[in-house]
């Protein structure tokens, strides 16, 4: 047998393909709603603008200019420009039922994840770590002060992330997808946030920034400074964003 074939990565898709003469999937009970996205409320909260959705940018020209750039000039981001970042990553576009559908498409609605941010240098805002609270709008400050080195040194030295302005740091909610989806979540989580980190690349190219998508990082460092267990949920994407 190939050698692959005994490593988990194969014997990942062997054991969570669909079969038709298996059931497709086995609810474990439902989430609730209080669980369906996390919130700091005892954070200092900062409200983003909305954000100024009136100037069209050309979908085929973003699509044809998106790069991973990763050479940053010094200049902060606007606060309108975060603002529309953010939009683009996670922005309550619909409510149906219990749900809040978003910019980005998710297996079951369930969006499994949470949406951390590393403001380095946005005007108007203090630096620090921030959660991002998806019913509000908003940012909920988790801790302020640098955590540029910090979190360079966790993504292997990466010159592009001591460079960047803000980074996105998205966390995956293991059990959010799991009580629907059980191992197969595993496979869903990964592309929910592919759909997430692309909208907030294109967004990028449309206004003229920078950004590059890094899934290389030593995974508890990162999960320490978010303050989260590294097992129910734990770091998985994140994009860096600057000025070109
Ligand atoms: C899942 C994923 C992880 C990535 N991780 C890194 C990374 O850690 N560091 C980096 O510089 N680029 C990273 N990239 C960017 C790729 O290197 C880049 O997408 C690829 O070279 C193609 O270039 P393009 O995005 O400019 O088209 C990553 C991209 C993806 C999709």
Redesign the pocket.
């Known amino acids: 047998m190939a050698r692959y074939k005994q490593g988990l990565a194969f014997r990942y898709i062997q054991n969570t393909k669909y079969y038709r003469d298996r059931p497709w999937r086995d609810d474990l009970g439902s989430i609730p709603a209080t669980r369906r996205f996390k919130n700091y409320p005892e954070a200092e909260r900062l409200q983003l603008p909305e954000p100024d959705l009136s100037r069209p940018a050309n979908l085929w020209q973003c699509l044809a200019k ?5 050479d940053y000039t010094t200049n902060p981001l606007s606060l309108e420009e975060l603002s529309k970042l953010m939009w683009a990553a996670q922005g309550v576009t619909a409510r149906a039922g219990i749900h809040l559908l978003r910019t980005a498409p998710s297996a079951g609605a369930l969006y499994p994840f949470e949406t951390y941010l590393y403001i380095d240098r946005v005007e108007e805002v203090t630096q620090g770590l921030y959660h991002f609270n998806v019913a509000d709008f908003s940012l909920e400050c988790l801790q302020d002060g640098s955590f540029n080195q910090l979190i360079t040194r966790a ?2 030295g ?1 010159p ?1 992330v001591r460079r960047a302005a803000v980074v996105f740091i998205w966390t995956a909610m293991m059990l959010r997808c799991m009580v629907k989806y059980r191992d197969r979540a595993m496979r869903y989580i ?1 592309m929910d946030l ?1 759909h997430v ?1 692309q909208n907030v ?1 294109l967004a990028s190219t449309a206004m003229g920034l920078g950004s ?6 030593y995974d508890d460092d990162i999960n320490e400074l978010l303050g989260v267990d590294g097992e129910e949920e734990t770091v998985l ?2 994009i860096t964003v600057g000025n070109l």
Request: glycine fraction near 10%; include cysteine.
């Open positions: 998106r790069r991973s750039e990763r993504c292997f990466q592009v990964p592919g980190c690349q590059c998508p890094i899934g290389a990082f994407y994140l």
